[in-house]
């Protein structure tokens, strides 16, 4: 446990260093990619209020650059956020929109990965015969992509 808790503060002042970089050379896109990253690094840490401002913050940039995928990723996370605050319909809602941008661009893969990672934030509060559906989904979508072993 110990290793994992330095890999995530070395995540935090890396993402934290990146984001200066990309704002100081106009890169909104990596500033975007940067705080989501960062807000992926407080979720992990289980500091939802953190995760969930640094998502606010990048879902906009991601919107004004026209990034489904970015926007998808962002909506997809706040779902996560949702779920693990109680906030279920929200997070359902969160995680169609995120699904259904994901459609729109073709991206197969992060349908699987989004739905699965649902079943895993269920299982994460303790829900798990909620999640069993999600998981077993996301299994169906990887092995349609020729992806068993996902």
């Known amino acids: 446990m110990h290793r994992k808790l330095e890999k995530i503060d070395r995540a935090e002042t890396d993402y934290t260093e990146a984001w200066a970089i990309y704002r100081s050379i106009g890169s909104r896109l990596g500033e975007a990619n940067a705080i989501q990253n960062l807000g992926d690094v407080y ?25 489904r ?31 259904q941008l994901y459609r729109q661009i073709g991206d197969r893969y992060s349908i699987a990965v989004q739905t699965g990672n649902y079943g895993w934030a269920l299982r994460r509060v303790g829900r ?9 989904r996301a299994a169906e979508l990887f092995t349609a992509l020729g992806m068993d072993e996902h």
């Open 43 to 67: 979720f992990q840490k289980g500091d939802y209020s953190a995760a969930a401002e640094f998502y606010a913050t990048a879902l906009p940039l991601y919107r004004q650059l026209g990034s």
């Open 69 to 99: 995928a970015g926007e998808a990723h962002v909506l997809a996370a706040q779902g996560q956020v949702a779920l693990v605050s109680d906030r279920d319909e929200e997070a359902r809602r969160l995680l169609d929109d995120a699904t």
């Open 128 to 136: 798990n015969k909620e999640a069993r559906p999600y998981l077993l």
